[in-house]
């Protein structure tokens, strides 16, 4: 159960954001303002408490919260996100996660570097972190490198989960790993049709997205809904036949930014 999430509304700004693998147009910052309070009440349908930070202009990517931290029950633990320009959104985050986190933990930069050869500074974004109950998938990306993945393989088996890494790099297409998988519980994955073979993945139950809808990938299940981005009625009848209590979230204005649904919040 989740009891509460991080969001922060776009700033004036957010169009300055990056865009990787997108090229949708510019985004309108009224419509995304919208967009983002709709958001943010059904998190709140889902009984979560908000904790919602302020705008800000300085980093137009920070809306996307979940790039900057992976939250679990036991530990809370920083990134060092991928990009430059999104390194300075992590410090507002340790400070509103140090009232629900006696010790937050960090991963990312550069540790071991006892050699001459000079160590790769090691990175992540929270994007690329899939928690499936007391496993975690972790890409290997465009933002997420191999140190920085196992760097956060190690936290996390410090806390007693097992974790398994996902090179995505033959991926370019797919910014981050929760692009294209989600975990549902009940050991049921949702997966792009480009991941579903993968055999990281074969011991879970599969719930298959079609090409066209691919962008609602990306959906979260907060205790007894999934969120799930609008316009994609076939995979939301599907959630529905499972059983699950959906929310669509128009998203359009994100998606312009590269941005999934799940990034919009952090939950724990
Ligand atoms: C970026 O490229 O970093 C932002 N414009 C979008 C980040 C989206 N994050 C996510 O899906 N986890």
Known sequence: MFTRAIVRPPSENFADGLTTSVNLGRPDFAMALTQHEAYCRALETCDLRLVRLE????????????????????????????EQSRRGEVGSIEKALAEFYPDITRVGGRSGDTSEKPVETATLDGGDVCEAGEHFFIGVSART???????????????????????????????????????????RLVLIDELAERQEFSEYEHVRITAREEYAANCVRVNEHVLVAAGHPNFEGTLRRLGYRTIAIEMSEFQKMDGGLSCLSLRF
């Open 145 to 187: 490198n191999r140190s920085g993945a196992e760097q956060l393989a190690r936290v996390v088996g410090e806390f007693g989960y097992t974790s398994s890494l996902v090179d995505m790099r033959a991926s370019p297409r797919i910014l981050h790993l929760k692009s294209g998988i989600a975990y549902l519980d009940d050991n």
């Open 55 to 82: 705008a800000d202009e300085e980093y137009p990517d920070a809306t996307f919260v979940e790039d900057t931290a992976v939250l679990t029950e036991k530990a809370a633990i920083l990134t060092l996100p991928g």
